[in-house]
């Protein structure tokens, strides 16, 4: 059987059901943040080694095709 509730109580479970709401979307905020600056220290870190995987690929190609070409000094 169905449990009938008096208004008091539905305005009561109605509060608590929307500050549990308010508590998880404040929650769900703060940590889509911390995802979000976890990916852009993930992608900082990416570049970096990126660009100084490059720059030593390009020098080592660099010095090969100097080897190969046999440059006077």
Do not use: H
């Amino acid at each position: 059987m169905a449990k009938i509730y008096t208004r008091q109580e539905v305005k009561r479970r109605r509060i608590n059901f929307k500050i549990f709401a308010g508590i998880y979307d404040f929650i769900g905020a703060v940590a889509g943040i911390v995802v979000i600056v976890a990916c852009a220290f993930l992608l900082s870190a990416l570049i970096n080694w990126i660009v100084r995987d490059g720059q030593e690929s390009f020098a080592s190609l660099w010095k090969i095709f100097q080897d190969a070409v046999i440059i006077p000094k």
